[in-house]
Nanobody
Framework: QVQLVESGGGLVQAGGSLTLTCAAS????????MAWHRQPPGKQREVVAT???????SYSDSVNGRFTISRDDTKNILRLEMSDLKPQDAGVYYC???????????????WGQGTQVTISL
């Protein structure tokens, strides 16, 4: 089972930027789709962005246009570049290696410890 380690979180002012990184313990080439999820305080975990091996990406409406997901399969890394951060972007961010079923992303069983993103006004 792949091990995932997220990093890059921190405290940032609203309107600022952060880049999150997820390092995988095995080749990411085997994963058709990778994703970033977040869990806001007191809320359920939600998907914010996915990227397929082909490079095709998708975003939730709340982050579209502000976040960019990318993967580097030569380094087994997944990134999330976040800009124009808003208070509602706060939470713990997790990466995941999932699958596609009938074109729909299905999260896999492996989760890292997450990285905390805090937004100050």
């Amino acid at each position: 089972q792949v091990q995932l380690v997220e990093s890059g979180g921190g405290l940032v002012q609203a309107g600022g930027s952060l880049t999150l990184t997820c390092a995988a313990s095995s080749s990411t080439l085997m994963f058709n789709v990778m994703a970033w999820h977040r869990q806001p305080p007191g809320k359920q975990r939600e998907v914010v962005a996915t990227i397929r091996r082909s490079g095709i990406s998708s975003y939730s409406d709340s982050v579209n246009g502000r976040f960019t997901i990318s993967r580097d399969d030569t380094k087994n890394i997944l990134r999330l570049e976040m800009s124009d951060l808003k208070p509602q972007d706060a939470g713990v961010y997790y990466c995941n290696t999932g699958t596609l079923r009938d074109g729909t992303y299905i999260p896999g069983p492996s989760w890292g410890q997450g990285t905390q993103v805090t937004i100050s006004l």
